[in-house]
Nanobody, 119 residues
Framework: QVQLVESGGGLVQAGGSLTVSCAASGRFDRIVAMGWYRQVPGKQRDLVAEINAGGGTKYGDSVQGRYTIFRDNAKNTVTLRMTGLMPEDTAVYYC?????????????WGQGTQVTVSS
Protein backbone atom coordinates (compact mmCIF):
# COMPACT_ATOMS: atom_id res chain seq x y z
CA GLN A 1 0.00 0.00 0.00
CA VAL A 2 0.96 3.62 -0.54
CA GLN A 3 0.68 6.25 2.14
CA LEU A 4 0.96 10.01 1.95
CA VAL A 5 1.79 11.65 5.25
CA GLU A 6 1.57 15.41 5.70
CA SER A 7 3.48 17.45 8.21
CA GLY A 8 3.24 21.10 9.16
CA GLY A 9 0.08 23.10 9.24
CA GLY A 10 -1.10 25.19 12.14
CA LEU A 11 -2.25 28.68 13.05
CA VAL A 12 -0.66 31.79 11.57
CA GLN A 13 -1.52 35.47 11.41
CA ALA A 14 -2.57 37.15 8.19
CA GLY A 15 0.46 38.12 6.16
CA GLY A 16 2.53 35.35 7.64
CA SER A 17 4.08 32.25 6.15
CA LEU A 18 3.73 28.53 6.65
CA THR A 19 5.26 25.46 5.07
CA VAL A 20 3.68 22.04 4.78
CA SER A 21 5.34 18.87 3.54
CA CYS A 22 4.24 15.47 2.35
CA ALA A 23 6.14 12.20 2.10
CA ALA A 24 5.09 9.17 0.07
CA SER A 25 5.94 5.75 1.42
CA GLY A 26 5.13 2.16 0.61
CA ARG A 27 5.51 0.00 -2.45
CA PHE A 28 5.28 1.78 -5.79
CA ASP A 29 7.25 2.19 -9.00
CA ARG A 30 6.97 5.84 -9.98
CA ILE A 31 5.38 9.06 -8.83
CA VAL A 32 4.14 11.01 -11.82
CA ALA A 33 3.03 14.10 -9.94
CA MET A 34 2.50 15.33 -6.42
CA GLY A 35 0.48 18.25 -5.24
CA TRP A 36 -1.78 19.92 -2.75
CA TYR A 37 -5.51 20.54 -2.64
CA ARG A 38 -7.54 22.32 -0.01
CA GLN A 39 -11.08 22.07 1.25
CA VAL A 40 -13.32 23.97 3.64
CA PRO A 41 -16.41 22.42 5.24
CA GLY A 42 -19.29 22.12 2.81
CA LYS A 43 -17.18 23.06 -0.19
CA GLN A 44 -15.42 21.13 -2.92
CA ARG A 45 -11.77 20.23 -2.80
CA ASP A 46 -9.80 22.63 -5.01
CA LEU A 47 -6.35 22.53 -6.55
CA VAL A 48 -3.70 24.55 -4.74
CA ALA A 49 -0.56 23.47 -6.58
CA GLU A 50 1.01 20.46 -8.21
CA ILE A 51 4.39 19.52 -9.61
CA ASN A 52 5.35 16.74 -11.97
CA ALA A 53 8.51 14.65 -12.03
CA GLY A 54 10.15 17.01 -14.51
CA GLY A 55 9.57 20.04 -12.31
CA GLY A 56 6.65 21.54 -14.18
CA THR A 57 4.20 23.30 -11.87
CA LYS A 58 0.57 24.36 -11.83
CA TYR A 59 -1.05 26.71 -9.34
CA GLY A 60 -4.58 27.63 -8.49
CA ASP A 61 -5.45 31.18 -9.46
CA SER A 62 -6.07 32.25 -5.88
CA VAL A 63 -2.60 31.27 -4.68
CA GLN A 64 -0.44 32.03 -7.69
CA GLY A 65 2.35 34.40 -6.76
CA ARG A 66 2.05 33.62 -3.06
CA TYR A 67 2.64 29.86 -2.88
CA THR A 68 5.60 27.85 -4.12
CA ILE A 69 5.67 24.09 -4.59
CA PHE A 70 8.80 22.01 -4.90
CA ARG A 71 9.75 18.36 -4.56
CA ASP A 72 12.62 16.02 -3.91
CA ASN A 73 12.20 13.09 -6.28
CA ALA A 74 14.84 11.00 -4.56
CA LYS A 75 13.05 11.30 -1.22
CA ASN A 76 9.51 11.15 -2.65
CA THR A 77 8.52 14.33 -0.89
CA VAL A 78 6.71 17.49 -1.88
CA THR A 79 6.73 20.77 -0.02
CA LEU A 80 4.40 23.75 -0.23
CA ARG A 81 5.67 27.11 0.95
CA MET A 82 2.83 29.54 1.63
CA THR A 83 3.45 33.26 2.01
CA GLY A 84 1.24 36.29 2.25
CA LEU A 85 -1.41 34.18 3.91
CA MET A 86 -4.95 35.50 4.14
CA PRO A 87 -7.96 34.35 6.17
CA GLU A 88 -9.52 32.92 3.02
CA ASP A 89 -6.59 30.50 2.81
CA THR A 90 -7.94 28.73 5.88
CA ALA A 91 -8.72 25.13 4.96
CA VAL A 92 -7.69 21.55 5.36
CA TYR A 93 -4.79 20.99 3.00
CA TYR A 94 -4.49 17.55 1.41
CA CYS A 95 -1.47 16.04 -0.23
CA UNK A 96 -2.14 14.04 -3.37
CA UNK A 97 -0.07 12.02 -5.81
CA UNK A 98 -0.42 10.15 -9.08
CA UNK A 99 1.51 6.95 -8.56
CA UNK A 100 2.29 4.01 -10.83
CA UNK A 101 2.42 0.47 -9.52
CA UNK A 102 3.61 -1.53 -12.49
CA UNK A 103 1.61 -0.20 -15.45
CA UNK A 104 -1.36 0.89 -13.37
CA UNK A 105 -1.71 4.31 -11.81
CA UNK A 106 -3.89 5.53 -8.98
CA UNK A 107 -4.55 8.78 -7.18
CA UNK A 108 -3.61 8.80 -3.51
CA TRP A 109 -4.53 11.26 -0.78
CA GLY A 110 -3.12 12.16 2.57
CA GLN A 111 -5.36 12.58 5.59
CA GLY A 112 -5.06 16.36 5.54
CA THR A 113 -3.54 19.02 7.73
CA GLN A 114 -5.34 22.10 9.05
CA VAL A 115 -4.11 25.55 8.09
CA THR A 116 -5.80 28.42 9.90
CA VAL A 117 -5.06 32.07 9.15
CA SER A 118 -6.26 34.61 11.69
CA SER A 119 -7.06 38.22 10.90
Amino acid sequence: QVQLVESGGGLVQAGGSLTVSCAASGRFDRIVAMGWYRQVPGKQRDLVAEINAGGGTKYGDSVQGRYTIFRDNAKNTVTLRMTGLMPEDTAVYYCNAYIYVGTRWDIYWGQGTQVTVSS
